[in-house]
């Protein structure tokens, strides 16, 4: 490993861990291969997918890195060679990451990973008001049904033709 190398990986870290001018919009942007990384390197949708509402659904080929964040992925993306994707590792050979260009994809994947857990609170809040109001809606319902007639009409018709007398007229 050249001195180069090392400094590099040191700089892409420092900028990694303080957020240095890391834009989470650039991250979806080069996630989603509408703005170019500097190498030439494949957009990271054409395999994976982040559900987020900055980038579109992406590829099914290799796993889902809604959850991830950035921590989760930054080893990967200083060094794509240690990826555990052999197609991985082929697709980033030759073509590095620039030191903004992690900045810019680990701010996008914390951004994915922090509206993750907001959209799976507000589903959760949904599903309790959704019980809650069924629940609601049940007592009003019984409530309001309490003096409903309890028989069947049918069992009133036949009850009165019960005390009807059917007795033919005498002739």
Known sequence: MGKGYIVSILFASFILIT???ADAIDGAKLFQGTKHFKNGAVACISCHNVNNELVK????????????????????????????????????????????????????????????????????????????????????????GKNRKKLSVNQELYDRQLKTSWKEPVK
């Open 19 to 21: 957020g240095l001018n």
């Open 57 to 144: 659904s992406g590829g099914k080929l290799a796993i889902d890195l809604t959850k991830m964040g950035g921590a989760g992925i930054q080893y990967t993306i200083l060094k794509p060679e240690n990826a555990s994707s052999p197609v991985m590792k082929d697709a980033f050979k030759g073509k590095p990451l620039t030191a903004s260009e992690q900045a810019d994809l680990v701010a996008f994947f914390n951004k994915a990973a922090a509206d993750n857990t907001k959209a799976s609170n507000d589903y959760t809040k949904f599903i309790l008001g959704g019980i809650i109001g069924a629940i609601i809606l049940f007592l009003i319902l019984s409530i309001l």
